[in-house]
């Protein structure tokens, strides 16, 4: 977060109290506001998981006694980013929010020393006082699973084996051989820099000379190079949940690459191929299976057996004069859901033609086909012809 950030953002506003807020109000406000919108409640929804660290960083503020009565004093002397002061018209002008603050980058901003930056210096990690090098949030890592037709449908456990980086064990994270490097003198260990931009505002980057990591090795390691990081495979067993589709992408948090400093692990992104089944097919959240049947069992009607995946067959009841091609349905005989419910098994029927005939059955339909030599299944069709 940077300094611009810190004091521009109403956190009074984020939790929904006033300013005179008690610390059981704001504790009270935190907790109804971290309940409705944690993670693992809405699972998926990126605002909610957004929200729940805006919640989190208001509370770190205003439920500190120590950085609320700083927070308030920074905002009362730094109106909205720019410190207000009274012209001989009783007008006011502003001073960039990076240079106020950054004494500590080479002493911008005219107050001396370490800048204004040391009146805040405890709050943010930056000015005179002992300075701390911030967290840094692990890579994510993406990676592929194939699963058979079965496997996607019921949910399946597979090893994984993942390649990324991790802290090297040489100089254990470090970057320094005798595991000593020494805080960034550009970024005073935060990883970033500001610059200006014009109009008042500044723009954070990260810091060229320790590439982010905000600590210079003096002597380099020779495995990592001074980066703290090193190439390393791992294999771990991964939980593909049920219902899967082709090509889709499964977020694993927190089992990517490990993070620097106390920072939180990356991400692992898992894309997942499925093979297809010499029998079913998938349509959403519904199975898809196509059956034979006789030409009698479609003119006559009756019962038959529709096999389902990884499950006993089911009988399904079909209607007299049942045309070719059409579908029926088995419910919850599909893919599993996202709530846990499944979809259905949806039976498209075909009518099977013999290839041969032995005498006796070809007499029969010779008398059926004299039975019905008065209906023309065409005639309807020659019918719309002309009318069109």
Same mark, same amino acid.
């Given at each position: 977060m940077s300094t611009k950030d810190f004091v521009e953002k109403d956190y009074y506003k984020v939790l929904g109290v006033p300013k005179d807020a008690t610390e059981a109000e704001i504790k009270k406000a935190y907790r109804k506001l971290?309940?409705?919108?944690? =993670? $693992?409640?809405?699972?998926? @929804?990126?605002?909610a998981e957004s929200r729940f660290k805006e919640i989190s960083e208001a509370n770190d503020v205003l439920g500190d006694p120590k950085k609320r009565k700083e927070y308030d004093d920074a905002r009362a002397l730094f109106g909205n980013g720019g410190f207000r002061a009274g012209g001989p018209g009783g007008g006011s002008f502003n001073f960039d929010l990076g240079d106020l603050f950054g004494g500590a980058q080479g002493g911008?901003?005219?107050?001396?020393? !370490?800048?204004?930056? &040391?009146v805040f210096g405890g709050l943010f990690n930056r000015g005179g006082g002992a300075t701390r090098t911030q967290p840094r949030r692990g890579q994510d890592i993406e990676s592929e699973v194939t699963l058979s037709f079965t496997e996607a449908i019921e949910g399946a456990t597979v090893p994984l084996r993942m390649s990324s980086?991790? +802290?090297?064990?040489?100089?254990?994270?470090t970057g320094d051989k005798n595991g000593t490097p020494? #805080?960034?003198p550009t970024c005073v260990g935060t990883g970033q820099v500001? /610059? !200006?931009? !014009?109009?008042?505002?500044?723009?954070? $980057? =990260?810091?060229v000379d320790c590439k982010g990591r905000g600590l210079i090795a003096e002597n380099p390691c020779e495995v990592c190079k001074g980066s703290g990081r090193a190439k390393s495979s791992r294999?771990?067993? #991964? /939980?593909?949940?049920?219902? #899967?589709? $082709?090509?889709?992408?499964? *977020?694993? /948090?927190?089992?990517?690459? =490990?993070?620097?400093?106390?920072g939180q692990n990356g991400d692992l992104y898992v894309v %997942?191929? %499925? &093979?297809?089944? +010499? #029998?079913?097919? *998938?349509? @959403? $959240?519904n199975l898809t299976v196509t059956v034979p049947v006789s030409f009698t069992e479609a003119a006559l009607g009756g019962e038959i057996k529709v096999p389902t995946l990884g499950g006993p067959a089911v009988t399904l009841k079909l209607p007299a004069g049942t045309p070719n091609g059409r579908t029926m349905r088995a419910r919850g005989k599909g893919a599993v859901r996202k709530d846990g419910t499944r979809g259905d098994l949806l039976v498209t029927v075909e009518v099977a033609v013999p290839k041969e005939l032995d005498d006796k059955a070809r007499e029969a339909l010779e008398t059926f086909r004299e039975a019905t030599a008065s209906e023309d299944p065409r005639a309807e069709l020659f019918q719309a012809a002309k009318g069109a």
């Open positions: 971290a309940r409705e919108n944690h =993670p $693992d409640a809405n699972k998926g @929804d990126a605002s911008a901003g005219g107050f001396g020393g !370490g800048g204004i930056g &040391d980086q991790q +802290p090297c064990t040489a100089c254990s994270g020494r #805080v960034c500001s /610059r !200006g931009s !014009g109009g008042g505002f500044s723009l954070t $980057d =990260p810091c294999t771990m067993q #991964v /939980r593909i949940p049920a219902g #899967v589709s $082709d090509n889709q992408k499964i *977020r694993l /948090r927190g089992k990517g690459a =490990p993070g620097e400093r106390g %997942v191929h %499925v &093979d297809e089944h +010499p #029998v079913f097919g *998938r349509r @959403d $959240d």
